[in-house]
């Protein structure tokens, strides 16, 4: 047999193996090729919108507000992301032969599965697109929860939004807890935010002296708004407490001490605890008055505590004859 009739042979075997129905889907034969072709459309369609994703966050890095841009071409990725993946899962269904046009038939049914079962993830997935677009949540910004949740946002996905702490802990929290809940957003738009350091002196101290000493303080710590008229450092008298004045130390700082408030708070309490030494300021300690109610008490001695005060009074005896 001649080489080119055995190929020949082999390539239609093949063919016909390939294009063999193993069912239908209406009028449509549903072969090996035809599968094949519907894993090639996926596999497209995932690859074209990782290649516009990518050439979108080029043209972003080249504009002259950088984290601005990001930020709006995340959200934009997204939403491109979305309907490539369903436009391609359309034509995919389509090439398979199942008619597009039943789909609402189809949508009704799931419809219907959403309302009892999925009602949580369908949800989820509206106010993820939701926070895409109204850009009041971005990737980079810095948020506090209603759930108790602080730390900055690192990604925004279609059922849940990654939030990393300042310890570096992942926490995956729902996208609807952002749209019905109370989110703080600490760098919104500001790039300065004004912070309470709260502390404390003893009754007496000279309220002038402490707020000298404070503002010494807020040198020492780099990060604070010192030089805008309107942002000024000042030392405010909240209260009296039991053994105490209450200061609260308020000021401006930037981003970088705005988003991690523990570590902050810490940087200032120090520096405040060392103006106030080197000012001889007390730092006070609870104080307790003790009353005893007038009335006889019982006392019980073993021998060797009544042995023990028996020579006390002796040597004291001895003492005063000296």
């Not at 972003?60 to 490539?84: E, L, Q």
């Not at 710590?221 to 407490?241: K, S």
């Amino acid at each position: 047999m001649p080489a080119e009739t055995l190929s020949e042979n082999i390539q239609q075997t093949l063919l016909q193996w390939a294009t063999a129905p193993w069912f239908q889907i209406g009028t449509t034969d549903v072969h090996m090729a035809r599968v094949l072709g519907l894993i090639f459309i996926l596999f497209f369609a995932w690859w074209f919108s990782i290649q516009l994703e990518r050439g979108l966050r080029n043209l972003a890095a080249r504009g002259k507000d950088a984290h601005m841009n990001s930020a709006g071409v995340y959200a934009f990725n997204r939403i491109i992301r979305y309907t490539v993946w369903i436009v391609g899962t359309l034509v995919g269904l389509r090439y398979l032969g199942l008619d597009i046009s039943n789909f609402a038939l189809i949508g009704g049914a799931i419809g219907v599965g959403i309302g009892f079962g999925l009602q949580g993830i369908f949800g989820n997935f509206v106010s993820g697109l939701i926070l895409l677009l109204e850009k009041t949540l971005k990737v980079g910004d810095f948020v506090d929860l209603q759930s108790g949740v602080m730390g900055r946002v690192t990604e925004i996905g279609m059922r849940y939004t990654r939030v990393t702490t300042n310890d570096l802990l992942d926490i995956i929290v729902p996208n609807s807890e952002f749209i019905n809940g109370r989110v703080t957003n600490w760098s919104f738009n500001e790039k300065y935010r004004r912070i309470h350091v709260p502390f404390c002196v003893a009754y007496g101290s000279d309220k002038d002296k402490v707020k000298q000493a404070v503002l010494k303080a807020v040198d020492a710590v780099p990060g604070c708004i010192t030089n805008d008229p309107r942002r000024t450092p000042d030392v405010w008298l909240t209260g009296f407490a039991d053994s105490s004045l209450s200061f609260e130390l308020v000021l401006w700082v930037e981003h970088a001490l705005m988003v991690s408030p523990g570590a902050t708070q810490a940087k200032f309490l120090w520096a405040i605890d060392d103006q106030l030494r080197a000012a001889q300021i007390d730092i006070p300690f609870p104080q307790r008055d003790l009353h005893l109610r007038s009335g006889s008490l019982r006392l019980e001695l073993d021998d060797a505590a009544i042995v023990r005060l028996l020579d006390a009074r002796a040597r004291q005896q001895e003492r005063g004859d000296e």
